[in-house]
């Protein structure tokens, strides 16, 4: 069966860095765009960021743009999320999902295939 396994959330002081990893199974990884989703306490589920097949198209929420980087890595299976200048407001769990095709076409929850657990990430200010 498909799995995705998120790692690498933890407490990060505002202002510093944190990178989330999200390894696939079960899946043809390379045939689907990825996508990195967050759910803060008490709010909806909410875009981050999104990859295709290839790494050639990136997309990013605008409270993000400048400080996170999406990227997946074919080989080993495993798409990234890169989040440098933390802030408080970031502090959420962060899904790793997995889209529909090779193609970001959409950029809503209800839009994703898979869904793996989630990693916390708390940014203290």
């Known amino acids: 069966q498909v799995q995705l396994v998120e790692s690498g959330g933890g407490l990060v002081q505002a202002g510093g860095s944190l ?11 390379s045939s689907y765009a990825m996508y990195w989703f967050r759910q803060a306490p008490g709010k909806e589920r909410d875009i981050v960021a999104a990859i295709n097949w290839n790494g ?17 890595d074919n ?7 890169q989040m440098n200048s933390l802030k408080p407001e970031d ?35």
Request: with cysteine.
């Open 19 to 29: 990178r989330v990893s999200c390894a696939a199974s079960g899946l043809t990884f």
């Open 56 to 72: 050639s198209n990136r997309y990013y929420a605008d409270s993000v743009k400048g400080r996170f980087t999406i990227s997946r």
């Open 75 to 81: 080989a080993k299976n495993t798409v990234f999320l």
């Open 91 to 125: 502090t959420a769990v962060y899904y790793c999902a997995s889209g529909r095709s090779q193609l970001v076409r959409t950029t809503t929850a209800d839009g994703m295939n898979y869904w793996g657990k989630g990693t916390l990430v708390t940014v203290s200010s």
